[in-house]
Nanobody, 128 residues
C-alpha cells in the first residue's frame, strides 16, 4: 500500500516559482508518478508524469500548458517526487495532486483513472 502526501503549495505572484514535493510512505521506485491539478468547478487534469527508473533512466511528460515552465523529477532513495514550477501564471491556480501507478499503458498515463494512489492535494494559488 502506497500513501502519498503533497507539500510545498502556497501563494505566489505571477512569474514566481514553487517547488512541490510528494512523499510516499511506501516504495515507489517501480511506479510511474504523476502530478494532476484541479481548479474549482473544473475536472482534474494531467500536469506531468515521470516513469519508473530503469536501466535507461526515466522519462517525463508534460501537458502543453506547462512545458518549459515545470520540471518533474524523482528521488527514489527518498521515495519522493518533485514538481518545480517556474513562471507561474494565474491559470496554474489549482489543488495539485500527486498520484502513483504501477504498470499501465503509456497511452493512458495522462488519464487520472489510470492511477492507483492519490495524495490529498496541496493548494497552489497564483495571484495576478
Amino acid at each position: 500500500q502506497v500513501q502519498l502526501v503533497e507539500s510545498g503549495g502556497g501563494l505566489v505572484q505571477t512569474g514566481g516559482s514553487l517547488r512541490l514535493s510528494c512523499a510516499a510512505s511506501g516504495r515507489t521506485s517501480n511506479y510511474a508518478m504523476g502530478w494532476f491539478r484541479q481548479a474549482p468547478g473544473k475536472e482534474r487534469e494531467f500536469v506531468a508524469l515521470i516513469t519508473a527508473i530503469t536501466w535507461s533512466g526515466s522519462s517525463t511528460d508534460y501537458t502543453d500548458s506547462v512545458k518549459g515552465r515545470f520540471t518533474m523529477s524523482r528521488d527514489n532513495a527518498k521515495n519522493t517526487v518533485y514538481l518545480q514550477m517556474n513562471s507561474l501564471k494565474p491559470e496554474d491556480t489549482a489543488v495539485y495532486y500527486c498520484a502513483a501507478r504501477r504498470g499501465g499503458l503509456w497511452t493512458n498515463a495522462r488519464q487520472p483513472d489510470s492511477y492507483d494512489y492519490w495524495g490529498p492535494g496541496t493548494q497552489v494559488t497564483v495571484s495576478s
